[in-house]
């Protein structure tokens, strides 16, 4: 999976997504499921 973790898109989607978490906007565990 390493590539996966270097493409851009995903990172960035991944920093997007734990923002929201941050923000209390998105539920942690939901983001585990996926």
């Known amino acids: 999976n ?3 973790i270097m ?3 995903f ?3 991944m ?3 734990l923002e929201l ?3 209390n906007k ?3 565990k939901q983001l ?3």
């Open 7 to 9: 493409d851009i898109g």
């Open 15 to 17: 920093e997007d997504e």
């Open 26 to 28: 998105k539920p942690w």
């Open 32 to 34: 585990l499921q996926e």
């Open 2 to 4: 390493f590539p996966r």
């Open 11 to 13: 990172t960035a989607g």
């Open 21 to 23: 978490i941050a923000d």
